[in-house]
């Protein structure tokens, strides 16, 4: 295996990135000012402002899962346990003593341990509670006279809130780590570029050269 600058991370992987970050922060503010946090917009556009941003959101995520899917791309995301205690033990004690990272990315496989099974979690539990929980309450007239509706109203208001305070926790652990290991710089650039160091085998360095000469530099 060599380490080699390769491109890992798509034009559209990228701008799906930052583009469902900039929802998900529009979001949570709107959110918690239609929960009175604060008074930064009036709840009218609050809610316009949400409503707008949730449903521009959904659209990103249908294309993005099509792009998973259509491009195998899904299989960075399957968790397993090899290799994660290892991370888990990095993360608990190893970085504290300037231990090296035990996760070397690989061409096929660029998401440690820990990670793909965070994602996976984000994108198989929280996601989804936000997304059911949000396109009920959005069209609550649909079915507003149903018995005991404000009371199923309160409680899909209740896990919609929880989810999005969870998904909130992620993020705020998503750039604490960021700044674990190497420079932010280092972690932050392979998102703009595409392009990180992965250990690739002598195999995928030969087909890389030869057929995608612009993703190895």
Request: a positive charge; aromatic letters at 18%.
């Given at each position: ?63 993005g899962t099509f792009w998973l899917f259509t491009t195998r791309n899904w299989r ?13 033990r990095y993360y608990s004690i190893g970085i504290f003593r300037g231990e090296r ?49 404000t009371e199923y109203l309160q409680g899909v208001a209740l896990v919609h809130t ?56």
């Amino acid at each position: 295996m060599a380490l080699q600058r390769v491109k890992i991370f798509s034009l559209f992987e990228r701008f799906w990135h930052w583009s469902q970050m900039l929802l998900i922060v529009l979001l949570l503010i709107t959110g918690f000012g239609l929960h009175g946090f604060h008074d930064w917009l009036t709840f009218k556009q609050a809610v316009t402002l949400h409503t707008g941003a949730a449903l521009t959101l959904l659209l990103l995520w249908a294309f993005g899962t099509f792009w998973l899917f259509t491009t195998r791309n899904w299989r960075h995301f399957i968790p397993t346990i090899s290799g994660m205690w290892g991370v888990l033990r990095y993360y608990s004690i190893g970085i504290f003593r300037g231990e090296r990272h035990p996760y070397r990315k690989a061409y096929w496989r660029k998401h440690n341990p820990l990670q793909a099974l965070a994602y996976t979690m984000l994108k198989l539990v929280l996601f989804p509670a936000i997304w059911i929980t949000g396109l009920i309450y959005l069209f609550y007239f649909a079915w507003r006279d149903m018995p005991r509706a404000t009371e199923y109203l309160q409680g899909v208001a209740l896990v919609h809130t929880a989810a999005a305070f969870a998904i909130l926790a992620f993020l705020f652990i998503h750039v604490y780590m960021l700044t674990t290991g190497h420079s932010f710089r280092d972690h932050v650039m392979p998102m703009i570029t595409g392009f990180d160091e992965v250990d690739l085998t002598p195999e995928e360095e030969a087909y890389l050269r030869k057929d995608q000469p612009e993703d190895i530099r």
